[in-house]
């Protein structure tokens, strides 16, 4: 029969409790033969039960080594991602960095060519206001001498000439 060690062990407990006292003596007889057969099953069950409780502690332990390696992987493989992200949002932090940089730029060279530009039209425009008054000053004195019926003689180097006055007689 196949006993477990712990039946063998009850089976033992067993004999000694059934041993008869002996007279005036704190000691008990008990069943040699029988007694002997149970060690000799214990001494056969005990390297099985031993072996069991091995497998059973190598079992953890490979349990244990299993979940340790996972979890240093799992730590692993999140500080890898962590270490990602923060490369990213270093690289975001300067891609922004820089944006802002090249629009400050943008703006500034904007602001300095729409100055350059304004003080260029209004130079033009000073000009074109001179230019315009000259002929407007000419186009006066042509109507004076057309009216006054003397002739006309514009020098374009010079600003319209005026007529010589008629003498009144």
């Known amino acids: 029969m196949d006993y477990s060690l712990l039946d063998l062990i009850t089976m033992l407990d067993e004999v000694v409790r059934k041993a008869k006292p002996v007279p005036l003596s704190k000691n008990s007889m008990v069943d040699v033969a029988q007694i002997d057969e149970i060690a000799t099953e214990m001494r056969l069950v005990l390297p099985k039960e031993i072996q069991q409780a091995q497998n059973v502690v190598a079992d953890k332990n490979r349990i244990l080594s299993d979940a340790k390696r996972e979890a240093e992987e799992i730590i692993r493989r999140a500080e890898q991602r962590r270490n990602e992200l923060l490369d990213q949002n270093a690289i975001m932090k300067e891609a922004r960095k820089r944006a802002t940089e090249e629009i400050s730029n943008a703006q500034a060279r904007s602001?300095?060519?729409?100055?350059?530009?304004?003080?260029?039209?209004?130079?033009?425009?000073?000009?074109?206001?001179?230019?315009?008054?000259?002929?407007?000053?000419?186009?006066?004195?042509?109507?004076?001498?057309l009216n006054s019926g003397n002739d006309i003689t514009i020098d374009p180097n010079k600003q319209a000439q005026k007529p010589p006055q008629q003498v009144k007689k």
């Open 111 to 145: 602001n300095l060519i729409r100055t350059s530009t304004n003080e260029f039209t209004d130079k033009m425009l000073a000009r074109v206001e001179e230019l315009l008054a000259k002929d407007i000053n000419n186009l006066r004195i042509m109507r004076k001498t």
